[in-house]
């Protein structure tokens, strides 16, 4: 491990010596995801095992290579789990998801409107900033509020600021019961509905509206999912086909994700009515999340987020060139630039995954 | 009490005070010493400064006004919400602006359906709980200043409380902060959204100690309150198996709502104060609460009694409604100021470390107790493991004060040296700042050198705060070198 480190320390400062881009992968998984990947690879799965995982502190610490199926399976076997539920995407790729790839992508499963986003999770990070230069941010406890919040930045940064090595992560336990829920409803009813219902304590940790159909996964003590179940009626779903169905969203395998048109992702309000926007639509996380197959213009797209309060990423497919992330203002693009060039002075690390800028 | 106190520079004063007055009411600009005296500590009142001038804007307009003027002149601004901060993050500077948050404290609107409220950073942390009650709704996060501390601040210092465990800190609750930088550019971190384009800078403003931007709107998360919620309070004989008692609690799987330790010590000052019927025969009392549906709660305390049982607790009763819920909390929520009653002063500690090191940390409070002859009484967020150790002293006995301050740092290093923090949700503000040379190396402090220019390239904002530069390390490096033995001795340096 420690030969590792140092390999990659010294790939990163030779690079940075000639300004030379690094493509900071993992499994590959996620290579679809963002603006456009540059130069040389830098595969970090060298760099893997868990550090440190006990139960009891609800903490695990573990190298960025690891594969992201392997700690899952540790933490199953204690009955823990990444309540942010990451998605894999194991198809999109050669090798499996790791660890550093899912915190760094930032992306959250059906859980989240629940249970919170990656970086909700993230406790501490050690990382390579753009100069090789290892550094650790945060720590293995749940309240930390020595020096700025860096570690928590990392999650969904894309590589650009640093390439984490190891990450702290929040575990909980796994729901003793869960049980899905089937409705048939137009959308804007679907969407009133489960804004009521998440103003009312119920154990939903998990909504996926698609064509008519409304999916509710309950999760939690036995007792207040029963309960839940009969103030909410619906028809339940067998427990397998649950499974199956609530993994296809999670990893973008269920039907509604085929198809050759462009996949855009909305980041909107939650109470935001329906957007009305051509093609097909996937509603998850509570209606905050927006999942849009269509060949409608990029600016129709964005335009129709912003206007209710949100933004909009070309998740997959389309023309890149109309920019994968919604754009910056101004302020906060400047305040961009600059933390790249303090964390990545050469613009070594993922030049222009995130935005062609920086 | 710093020695050298800074003194003021008139005509300077005299300058800006001139220029905030053009935009701003007379009664907003401050600068007679009766006046900006309220202003000179936070609530680590062991520092003490007046600040230059205060300023009181009441729009976002007059606050962006302040801060371009103030960026034009190059003049530090501090920004203070209720001042309840407990490192000495709001002290203000001689040669800055107090920007005080006193007049922007509206609630510009509660959302029932999406679960949300918008605020300005003035409004204080229960507030927002009452303008969010009638829709069952409430905001989580809960301080035990709740009652005083503002939003704002809140943001600022990345605030905790007693239920963090389950619901979450400061970051994990608020969900967009509009401000302005220091050039009064305005900004927005953060989203209504669940997540914004571009580096997650809500996080990195959230704890920043308002070194980074100025707050004047936050938009919060509102979460259902819960049907029901019930308090066991079990007691031990014995430190460390109440230590393992919460190590057992996790390890079945449940994540109590609340989960609270308080020593002998703690609890016998808090009894005599609130009369909160604890049990003072206990070396220590666990205060463990499970919230949900009734069912729920019926489910998890049986679960909890069964754990606490055969983790050794001695007695354990549960909380019967509502009122006795809230008495039994209501000692722990006043710990500090019970404390407070007993002793003339007080210095509470933060720190925060792997749960499986609560045995061994109290026995070397225990320990140090004895080294520097001070009392102690503990009360922890044992669920999350932060500590408040509260070390008793005399501020006007000298050599007191000198024992107390080694006595801290001795716990704040071994704090590090098990793997935690020196601070969980006090900050580090003027107060911790030596500590963040031992707990970060030299390339770490400057990477957050570098978050600080990002956003404030003349650093300006709240200066000498939270950062240590390296000259300051290094002072303190070679005052540590003499181990145990600092230069002037009689100089108070917390």
Same mark, same amino acid.
């Given at each position: ?26 499994g ?47 933490l ?23 660890v ?39 720590g ?17 940064a ?9 990450v ?6 796994v ?26 304590p ?14 509710v ?6 007792a ?7 103030k909410?009626?619906?028809t ?30 909305l ?14 639509q ?10 849009l ?8 797209v ?34 961009h630039?600059?933390?790249?060039a303090?964390?990545?002075?050469r ?12 | ?16 005070v ?47 006004? =302040?801060?371009?003027?103030?960026? %034009? #002149?190059?003049? @530090?601004?501090?920004?203070?919400? +209720?001042?309840?901060?407990? /490192?000495? *993050? ?22 029932p359906?999406?679960?949300?409220a ?19 709704l ?21 605030a ?12 994990n ?13 305005? =900004?927005?971190?953060?989203?209504? %959204? #669940?997540?914004? @384009?571009?580096?997650?800078?809500? +996080?990195?403003?959230t704890? /920043?100690? *308002?070194?980074?931007?100025?707050t004047?709107?936050?938009?919060v ?15 031990f ?11 057992a ?10 989960l ?52 050794g ?17 209501? *000692?722990?929520k ?5 404390v407070?009653?007993i ?12 749960r ?19 009392r102690?009484?503990?009360?922890f ?53 030596n500590?963040m ?9 400057e ?24 000259h ?23």
């Amino acid at each position: 491990m420690a030969d590792t480190l140092t390999a990659l320390a010294e790939a990163i400062r030779a690079a940075a010596a000639d300004g030379r881009p690094l493509r900071i992968r993992g499994g590959g998984t996620k290579d679809f995801y963002g603006q456009s990947l540059h130069g040389e690879i830098l595969d970090t799965r060298g760099c893997a095992g868990i550090v440190a995982y006990d139960p009891t502190e609800l903490v695990v610490t573990v190298r960025a290579g690891t594969p992201l199926a392997d700690l899952e399976a540790a933490l199953r076997e204690k009955r823990q789990m990444l309540a942010f539920e990451p998605p894999h995407f194991a198809q999109s790729g050669s090798g499996g998801a790791t660890v550093g790839g899912a915190v760094a992508a930032g992306l959250s499963g059906p859980r989240r409107a629940a249970a919170g986003a990656v970086r909700d999770f993230v406790l501490g990070v050690r990382l390579l900033d753009g100069r090789g230069q290892d550094l650790a941010f945060g720590g293995q406890v749940m309240k930390n509020v020595a020096g700025y919040d860096v570690s928590r930045v990392m999650a969904g940064a894309l590589g650009t600021l640093g390439v984490i090595v190891e990450v702290s992560l929040k575990v909980l336990p796994v729901p003793v019961a869960e049980a899905t829920l089937k409705f048939e409803m137009p959308e804007d009813k679907a969407l009133e509905a489960v804004n009521r219902w998440a103003g009312r304590p119920l154990p939903i940790s998990a909504i996926a509206y698609t064509d008519g159909d409304l999916g509710v996964r309950l999760s939690g003590a036995a007792a207040a999912v029963r309960a839940a179940q009969e103030k909410l009626g619906g028809t339940l779903v067998e427990a397998e086909r649950a499974t199956r169905f609530w993994d296809g969203i999670r990893e973008q395998s269920d039907p509604f994700f085929a198809g050759e048109e462009p996949l855009w992702r909305l980041s909107v309000p939650s109470a935001t009515p329906p957007l009305g926007l051509e093609g097909r639509q996937l509603v998850e996380w509570g209606g905050a999340l927006r999942w849009l197959k269509s060949n409608a213009e990029a600016r129709t797209v964005r335009d129709a987020a912003a206007r209710a309060g949100g933004h909009a990423t070309l998740f997959r497919g389309g023309d890149k060139s109309v920019g994968v992330f919604h754009p910056l203002a101004p302020a906060v693009a400047t305040i961009h630039r600059r933390l790249k060039a303090e964390f990545d002075p050469r613009g070594v690390l993922n030049r222009g995954r995130m935005y062609p800028d920086f | 009490m710093n020695v050298a106190v800074p003194k003021i520079d008139f005509l300077r004063q005299a300058e800006v005070v001139g220029r905030l007055k053009a935009r701003l009411p007379e009664s907003s600009v401050l600068f007679q010493t009766e006046d900006t005296r309220p202003y000179e500590c936070d609530g680590l009142s062991a520092y003490r400064q007046l600040p230059m001038v205060v300023a009181l804007p009441a729009t976002d307009e007059e606050v962006q006004f =302040v801060l371009r003027t103030c960026h %034009a #002149l190059k003049v @530090p601004v501090i920004a203070r919400g +209720a001042g309840t901060g407990l /490192s000495g *993050g709001a002290l203000p500077s001689a040669e800055g602006v107090l920007l005080a948050t006193a007049k922007l404290m509206r609630i510009l609107a509660v959302d029932p359906v999406a679960r949300s409220a918008r605020v300005q950073p003035g409004v204080r942390n229960l507030a927002i709980t009452d303008a969010a009650a009638p829709y069952g709704l409430y905001y989580a996060p809960d301080p035990s200043s709740q009652i005083a501390c503002t939003i704002g601040g809140n943001v600022a210092e990345n605030a905790g409380g007693v239920h963090c465990l389950k619901y979450g800190l400061t970051v994990n609750n608020v969900m967009r902060v509009r401000g302005y930088t220091i050039e009064g550019e305005p =900004v927005e971190f953060g989203s209504e %959204a #669940l997540d914004a @384009p571009g580096f997650d800078l809500a +996080a990195l403003v959230t704890g /920043s100690e *308002g070194m980074l931007a100025v707050t004047t709107e936050v938009t919060v998360k509102l979460v259902p309150k819960p049907e029901r919620a019930r308090v066991i309070m079990a007691s031990f004989d014995d430190v460390e198996k109440a230590g393992d008692a919460v190590a057992a609690i996790i390890a079945a799987g449940i994540i109590p709502a609340g989960l609270e330790m308080m020593d002998q010590p703690a609890t016998r000052a808090v009894e005599e104060f609130v009369h909160a019927g604890y049990d003072l025969d206990a070396k220590v009392i666990l205060l463990c609460e499970s919230d949900g549906t009734p069912e729920e709660v019926e489910e998890e305390i049986a679960r909890i009694q069964v754990v606490l049982e055969r983790a050794g607790a001695t007695a354990m009763r549960v909380s019967r409604d509502e009122p006795e819920r809230l008495k039994f909390w209501a *000692g722990r929520k006043a710990a500090f100021p019970a404390v407070g009653r007993i002793s003339p002063d007080y210095y509470c500690m933060d720190g925060t470390i792997p749960r499986k090191r609560l045995g061994e940390m109290l026995n070397f409070i225990a320990a140090m107790e004895k080294k520097y002859r001070l009392r102690c009484p503990n009360v922890f967020h044992a669920g999350d493991g932060n500590l408040h150790p509260l070390i008793l002293f005399d501020a006007n006995d000298p050599d007191e004060l000198h024992r107390t301050e080694q006595f801290a740092s001795e716990v704040l290093r071994k704090c590090i040296e098990v793997g935690g923090t020196v601070t969980g949700e006090h900050g580090v503000g003027i107060e911790k700042i030596n500590e963040m040379c031992v707990q970060f190396s030299p390339a770490e402090l400057e990477a957050f050198r570098g978050v600080k220019r990002a956003f404030d390239p003349a650093g300006l904002l709240n200066p000498a705060k939270n950062i240590p530069t390296l000259h300051r390390c290094a002072e303190f490096g070679k005052m540590r070198v003499h181990a145990g033995q600092l230069p002037h001795p009689e100089l108070p340096r917390f």
